[in-house]
C-alpha cells in the first residue's frame, strides 16, 4: 500500500489538489491523506470552495492561522511534523508556492520522506516575492517535479534540476476549470449583480506590491474609473486588500463609487461564471491568468512580470504593469480587437491522471524509519 499525505493551506491549493486527490482515492493500492492546514483560516470560504469542489473533509487540519511569513511558515512545520511521524507517509505532496508548499516540504524532507511538488518551475524571477522563494527553496527540495508548462522545464535545468525528477503533465488548474464548467454556467451571480455577459470587467488584487503602497493603488484605482466609465466592474475584494485600502486612506471613495462593484470574495463555482461571462479580466494573480488563457476570455496582468508565461505566449494574457498609462492603452486595443489566444497542450483535463500514474509507476523504495530519523535529530 502506497501512503500519500496531500497538503493544502490556501484557497488556490483547493482547486490543485481537488482532482488529485479524487485520482488517488479511486487507487486501491494507495491510501491518501488531506492534510490542511489552516493557512487560509476564513471558515465560511474554506468550506464553500471544499464543497463546491467535492473535497472530502480534511482528515487533519492544523488549524494554524495567519501570521508573519516566519511565523506562520514555523507553525506549519511544527504541527505538520507529528502528521508525518505518525503516518509515515511514502509521499508528501504539496502544490503551488504557498507558505504550506514550503513547510511540509521542508518537514518531510527532513524526515527522509519523499516530496512531489505539482506546480514545479514557474518563475517570476522577483525575489521580492515571497512566492519566488517558495517556489525556489520547494523545487530544491522535492524528489518529483511536476510542470505545467515548458518554461518550468527550462527553468529547472538550469537550476541543476533536470532528468527523471522533472514531469511535464499539464495544468491541474485546467482539471477542476473543465470538471466544474457545465455547473458553473448554472450561477446566478450575473443576476444577483445586476450585470450582463460581455458588459463587465473582473478585478481581483491581492499582492503586496499592488495593494500596500498608496501611489499604486492611486494609479490602479485612476484606471479603473476610466474603464468603469465603458463598462461595469466588479471587484471581489480580498479581506487583505480591503484592510489596506482604508488603512490607506482610500476606504471614503471607494465607498462613493457606483460604478465599481466592490463584492465579497466569492464562491469558486460564482467565480468561474463571473470571469467567464466577462468582457475582460485585470488581475494580479497567477492562478486566473491561467483561467482566462483556459475559457479564451483577454486578461490584463497588473505586473511587470509574470510565472506564468505561456499564458502571454500562446494565451489572452497581457502584461501591462501598474501605471494608468500602461492600462488603459492595453484596455482599449482589447476592446477594439480582442486578442486570439489557444489552451496550451496538456492543458486539457486529464494532468491529475498523469500525476497519478507517474507517482504509482515510479520505484517506492522504503523511506528511512522516521522514528529513527527524528530520534537522531538535532
Keep these: 500500500m502506497v501512503k500519500i499525505i496531500i497538503v493544502c493551506g490556501a484557497r488556490p491549493n483547493f482547486m490543485k489538489v481537488a482532482p488529485i486527490l479524487s485520482c488517488l482515492r479511486r487507487e486501491r493500492a494507495v491510501s491518501s491523506l488531506l492534510v490542511h492546514t489552516g493557512q487560509h483560516y476564513d471558515q465560511r470560504m474554506s468550506e464553500l470552495f471544499f464543497r463546491e469542489l467535492g473535497l472530502p473533509k480534511p482528515d487533519v487540519n492544523l488549524e494554524v492561522g495567519s501570521g508573519s511569513h516566519a511565523v506562520q511558515t514555523a507553525e506549519v512545520m511544527k504541527r505538520f511534523e507529528?502528521?508525518?511521524?505518525?503516518?509515515?507517509?511514502?509521499?508528501?505532496?504539496?502544490?503551488?508556492?504557498?507558505?504550506?508548499?514550503?513547510?511540509?516540504?521542508?518537514?518531510?524532507?527532513?524526515?527522509?520522506?519523499?516530496?512531489?511538488?505539482?506546480?514545479?518551475?514557474?518563475?517570476?524571477?522577483?525575489?521580492?516575492?515571497?512566492?519566488?522563494?517558495?517556489?525556489?527553496?520547494?523545487?530544491?527540495?522535492?524528489?518529483l517535479l511536476?510542470?505545467?508548462?515548458?518554461?518550468?522545464?527550462?527553468?529547472?535545468?538550469?537550476?541543476?534540476?533536470?532528468?527523471?525528477?522533472?514531469?511535464?503533465?499539464?495544468?491541474?488548474?485546467?482539471?477542476?476549470?473543465?470538471?466544474?464548467?457545465?455547473?458553473?454556467?448554472?450561477s446566478q451571480i450575473l443576476r444577483l449583480l445586476g450585470i450582463r455577459p460581455r458588459q463587465y470587467a473582473v478585478?481581483?488584487?491581492?499582492?503586496?506590491?499592488?495593494?500596500?503602497?498608496?501611489?499604486?493603488?492611486?494609479e490602479l484605482l485612476g484606471a479603473l474609473d476610466a474603464i468603469s466609465e465603458q463598462l461595469a466592474v466588479v471587484f471581489p475584494a480580498h479581506p487583505r486588500t480591503r484592510k489596506n485600502f482604508e488603512a490607506l486612506g482610500f476606504g471614503e471613495r471607494i465607498r462613493?463609487?457606483?460604478?465599481?462593484?466592490?463584492?465579497?470574495?466569492?464562491?469558486?463555482?460564482?467565480?468561474?461564471?463571473?470571469?467567464?461571462?466577462?468582457?475582460?479580466?485585470?488581475?494580479?494573480?497567477?492562478?486566473?491568468?491561467?483561467?482566462?488563457?483556459?475559457?479564451?476570455?483577454?486578461?490584463?496582468?497588473?505586473?511587470?512580470?509574470?510565472?506564468?508565461?505561456?499564458?502571454?505566449?500562446?494565451?489572452?494574457?497581457?502584461?501591462?504593469?501598474?501605471?494608468?498609462?500602461?492600462?488603459?492603452?492595453?484596455?482599449?486595443?482589447?476592446?477594439r480587437d480582442p486578442p486570439k489566444g489557444r489552451v496550451p497542450d496538456l492543458w486539457d483535463g486529464r494532468t491529475a491522471e498523469r500525476i497519478v500514474e507517474i507517482l504509482l509507476g515510479e520505484s517506492l523504495s522504503r523511506s528511512p524509519d522516521v522514528a529513527e530519523l527524528v530520534g537522531t535529530a538535532g
Design 146 to 186: 511536476f510542470v505545467s508548462e515548458p518554461s518550468g522545464v527550462t527553468n529547472l535545468r538550469k537550476e541543476g534540476i533536470a532528468g527523471k525528477k522533472v514531469r511535464l503533465v499539464g495544468n491541474v488548474m485546467a482539471d477542476t476549470l473543465l470538471q466544474h464548467r457545465s455547473q458553473a454556467d448554472q
Design 82 to 143: 507529528p502528521v508525518c511521524i505518525e503516518h509515515r507517509p511514502d509521499w508528501v505532496l504539496v502544490v503551488g508556492d504557498v507558505n504550506s508548499t514550503l513547510a511540509c516540504a521542508l518537514v518531510a524532507s527532513k524526515l527522509g520522506i519523499r516530496v512531489a511538488h505539482v506546480e514545479s518551475g514557474l518563475r517570476s524571477f522577483d525575489r521580492a516575492m515571497p512566492e519566488e522563494t517558495n517556489r525556489l527553496l520547494t523545487d530544491a527540495l522535492s524528489d
Design 203 to 218: 478585478v481581483t488584487l491581492h499582492r503586496p506590491a499592488n495593494v500596500d503602497r498608496a501611489d499604486v493603488v492611486e
Design 256 to 335: 462613493k463609487q457606483e460604478r465599481i462593484r466592490f463584492v465579497e470574495p466569492l464562491g469558486y463555482l460564482d467565480f468561474l461564471k463571473l470571469t467567464a461571462d466577462s468582457a475582460l479580466v485585470l488581475t494580479d494573480s497567477g492562478g486566473i491568468q491561467e483561467e482566462t488563457t483556459i475559457l479564451g476570455v483577454p486578461c490584463l496582468t497588473l505586473r511587470a512580470n509574470t510565472e506564468r508565461p505561456i499564458t502571454v505566449e500562446q494565451g489572452t494574457n497581457q502584461l501591462v504593469g501598474t501605471s494608468a498609462k500602461s492600462i488603459l492603452p492595453a484596455y482599449h486595443r482589447i476592446r
